[in-house]
C-alpha cells in the first residue's frame, strides 16, 4: 500500500508563487511515476504535471508549462509542484498520484488518471484576481 499526503496549498493573489509537497510511503518510491491533478469547482479533474522515475522525466498540461515546475526527492520520498505567476484560474484542489508499475510510455498516457492507482486527500490552492 502506499499513501500520499499532499501540503502546500493556502489562499493566494495573482502572481503569487505556492509549492505543493507530497509525502509518500512505500519502499521504492524511486520506481514510482508521481503526477499532480487539480479539480476545480463544477469541472472534471484535469492532468497538471508527472514526473517518471530514475532520470525524471516530466510532463506538463499546456496551462501550466512555463510557471509550475515538478520535481521529485526520493530520499524524501516526496515530490513537489512550484507554482509560480498563479492565475485565478489555478484555483482547484490538487491531488498528488502515483504509479508504480514504471511502464515506458510517453505524455499521452501519463496525463491519464486511470494510469494512477494511488491518490491523495488533496489540497487547496485559492487565487484571488
Known amino acids: 500500500q502506499v499513501q500520499l499526503v499532499e501540503s502546500g496549498g493556502g489562499l493566494v493573489q495573482a502572481g503569487a508563487s505556492l509549492r505543493l509537497s507530497c509525502a509518500a510511503s512505500g519502499r521504492t518510491f524511486g520506481s514510482y511515476a508521481m503526477a499532480w491533478f487539480r479539480q476545480a469547482p463544477g469541472k472534471e479533474r484535469e492532468f497538471v504535471s508527472a514526473i517518471l522515475w530514475s532520470a525524471g522525466t516530466t510532463y506538463y498540461a499546456d496551462a501550466v508549462k512555463g510557471r509550475f515546475t515538478i520535481s521529485r526527492d526520493d530520499a524524501k520520498m516526496s515530490v513537489y509542484l512550484q507554482m509560480n505567476s498563479l492565475e485565478p484560474e489555478d484555483t482547484a484542489v490538487y491531488y498528488c498520484?502515483?504509479?508504480?508499475?514504471?511502464?515506458?510510455?510517453?505524455?499521452?498516457?501519463?496525463?491519464?488518471?486511470?494510469?494512477?492507482?494511488?491518490w491523495g486527500q488533496g489540497t487547496q490552492v485559492t487565487v484571488s484576481s
Open positions: 498520484a502515483a504509479d508504480l508499475r514504471q511502464r515506458p510510455r510517453g505524455f499521452t498516457y501519463y496525463q491519464q488518471e486511470y494510469v494512477y492507482d494511488y
